[in-house]
């Protein structure tokens, strides 16, 4: 199967994570940490892509073109999230009906209700707590599998949740189909199909979480499962109208926790989808109070 014929919707879903692995890999070259496209040259990144990830120069020239966006807006400040970005095919991570839209600034529909969050979002959360490789990092809302893909740039210790069973089984399906093709960095990623109100007790404590659903407080257990020194960003406030927030959690001498809060928005308010809440195996409601 070609990695860019993944459907939405959840039979046709299901049956193509169902389908057996492509023969051969369509990656050229193995992942390497250290290798890094070129940045400041449209032509150049295409061509490196081209060469050692062999994907379409269709889709590596709309990358580009809204990485350049992402600088202007300060979306993304440093080199590591900079490649994080440029490495990561978000074309496989919408569903096919939004494949010419995969680069646009907005979120987009992935089906059960939800969206993938836009890349301006995305990087903004990413390079706000900036994982370094071996930290280890929780992500509540795995959703496509976009945010955990670009965050496998960053570290090899990564967690993920997602609540909605067939959504989560769906992307484990992409993720499969991207693995066996040649994108060995997914293999880190550990996910789970469950409520991430209550974190992953299992991996605790982490040095950095991320939260891409809304919710009106800071669940206890994700800012006990938080290392001290570690930040959280999360989309904090009523539905439709969160403020995504800069948690840093620190230790004082005499052993007490303080917490500090920052917008990493100043002041606008950005539009996520409900945290949701998992009650005998159904979701049922919100965790907002
Ligand atoms: C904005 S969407 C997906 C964002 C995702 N990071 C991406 O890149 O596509 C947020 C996701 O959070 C999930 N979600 C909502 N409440 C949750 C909960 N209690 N535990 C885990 N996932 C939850 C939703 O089902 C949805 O898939």
């Not at 940490?33 to 994907?55: C, H, K, L, S, Y």
């Not at 406030?237 to 917008?263: E, M, N, W, Y």
Request: proline content about 8%; charged content about 20%.
């Amino acid at each position: 199967m070609d990695r860019r014929t993944f459907v939405a919707g959840a039979t046709a879903a299901l049956a193509a994570a169902a389908l057996p692995p492509p023969a051969s890999a369509v990656v050229p070259k193995p992942y390497d940490w250290n290798a890094t496209p070129p940045m400041d040259d449209r032509q150049a990144f295409i061509d490196w892509m081209v060469a050692n990830r062999g994907e379409d120069p269709l889709y590596l020239g709309q990358r580009y073109d809204r990485f350049l966006q992402l600088i202007a807006h300060n979306d993304v400040w440093n080199d590591r999230n900079k490649r994080a970005y440029l490495m990561t095919p978000r074309e496989d991570f919408v569903t096919k009906p939004n494949l010419s839209r995969a680069y646009e600034w907005h979120y987009l529909d992935i089906g059960y209700g939800v969206s993938i969050t836009g890349p301006h979002t995305v990087m903004r959360m990413t390079n706000t707590i900036d994982p370094q490789k071996g930290e280890r990092v929780l992500e509540v809302g795995t959703g496509s599998g976009y945010q955990s893909a670009v965050l496998a740039n960053l570290t090899d210790q990564l967690h993920t949740i997602e609540i909605i069973k067939p959504l989560y089984e769906r992307t484990g399906g992409v993720y499969a189909d991207l693995i066996a093709q040649g994108y060995t960095e997914y293999q880190a990623i550990q996910r789970k199909n469950d409520d991430g109100y209550y974190g992953w007790e299992e991996f605790a404590p982490f040095d950095k979480i991320i939260v891409t659903c809304g919710i009106d407080h800071v669940p206890p257990p994700l800012l006990q499962q938080l290392k001290p020194g570690g930040v959280m960003v999360i989309p904090i406030g009523p539905p439709g109208a969160q403020h995504v927030l800069r948690i840093d959690k620190t230790q004082q001498a005499d052993g007490r926790f303080t917490i500090a809060r920052s917008d990493i928005y100043h002041g606008s308010i950005v539009n996520f989808v409900p945290f949701t809440k998992l009650v005998e195996g159904k979701i049922v409601g919100t965790h907002s109070n």
